[in-house]
C-alpha cells in the first residue's frame, strides 16, 4: 500500500516568515494529494489540494507544489500568523481510488508572534 | 454552511463491550468514511462506504469493527468487543459525488477502560 512520509515534525517560524512542509510518497499511480490543517480538538478541515496533472497551486497565502517524477509534494505558508499555529497533515489517494487515502504523520507548527 | 456531526463526543466504555458511534453526513453527500486518530498520532483511514455497501477498509478494519446507514441519514461505525488500544478520536466524513473534498466531522474520541 501507500506510505506517505511527512517533515518536519515540528516547525517554529517568526511570524511573518515563510513555511515549508514535505511530504513523500511510495505509489506513483497516488493522483490526489489534499492538506488538512487541524486546531487543537478540533477536526482536521482541507486548506488546499492537489491533483497529479497539475504541478502547482496557489489559494493566497498557501500553495501546494507537487513533483510526481521525484514523489514528493510541499506546503508553502508565506506571511505566516500566529493563527496558523496548528498541526498539518498530508494525505495521499491510493492511485486513483478517492475513497481511500494514507495520512503523514503530521507537523506542527508553531508561528511566533 | 452545512457541516459532519457526530455524537458522542466522547464515549468511555469498558473493555469488552459494543460501542456504536454515529454520525450525521452533510445531506447531499453519497460517500462516507471513518478515520481513527491515537492521541498524538496520524490519522488512519478505517472503511469508506458508497451505496450501501463498503467501497474499501484499511487493515485495520477487522472483524469487530461494521458500519452501517441505518437510515437516510445516519451513518454508525460499531466496534463489538473493544481492546484498550481502540483508545482513540474517531473522525467521520464525507464527500459529494464528482468532488475531491472530504468533510471531517468534530470527532467522538473513545476511551476503553
Known amino acids: 500500500g501507500e506510505n506517505v512520509e511527512q517533515h518536519p515534525s515540528t516547525l517554529s517560524v517568526q511570524e511573518g516568515d515563510s513555511a515549508v512542509i514535505k511530504c513523500t510518497y511510495s505509489?506513483?499511480?497516488?493522483?490526489?494529494f489534499p492538506w488538512y490543517k487541524q486546531e487543537l480538538g478540533k477536526r482536521p478541515q482541507l486548506i488546499i489540494d492537489i491533483r497529479s496533472n497539475v504541478g502547482e497551486k496557489k489559494d493566497q497565502r498557501i500553495a501546494v507544489t507537487l513533483n510526481k517524477t521525484a514523489k514528493h509534494f510541499s506546503l508553502h505558508i508565506t506571511e505566516t500568523q500566529p493563527e496558523d499555529s496548528a498541526v498539518y497533515f498530508c494525505a495521499a489517494s491510493e492511485g486513483y481510488n478517492f475513497n481511500k487515502f494514507y495520512f503523514g504523520s503530521g507537523t506542527k507548527l508553531n508561528v511566533k508572534p | 454552511e452545512p457541516e459532519v456531526t457526530q455524537t458522542p463526543s466522547h464515549q468511555v466504555t469498558q473493555m469488552g463491550q459494543e460501542v456504536i458511534l454515529r454520525c450525521v453526513p452533510i445531506?447531499?453527500?453519497?460517500?462516507f468514511y471513518w478515520y481513527r486518530q491515537i492521541l498524538g498520532q496520524k490519522v488512519e483511514f478505517l472503511v469508506s462506504?458508497?451505496?450501501?455497501?463498503?467501497?474499501?477498509k484499511s487493515e485495520i478494519f477487522d472483524d469487530q469493527f461494521s458500519v452501517e446507514r441505518p437510515d437516510g441519514s445516519n451513518f454508525t461505525l460499531k466496534i463489538r468487543s473493544t481492546k484498550l488500544e481502540d483508545s482513540a478520536m474517531y473522525f467521520c466524513?464525507?464527500?459529494?459525488?464528482?468532488?475531491?473534498?472530504?468533510?471531517f466531522g468534530p470527532g467522538t474520541r473513545l476511551t476503553v477502560l
Open positions: 466524513a464525507s464527500r459529494a459525488s464528482g468532488r475531491d473534498t472530504q468533510y
Open positions: 462506504f458508497y451505496n450501501n455497501e463498503i467501497s474499501e
Open positions: 505509489d506513483s499511480a497516488s493522483n490526489y
Open positions: 445531506s447531499n453527500h453519497l460517500y
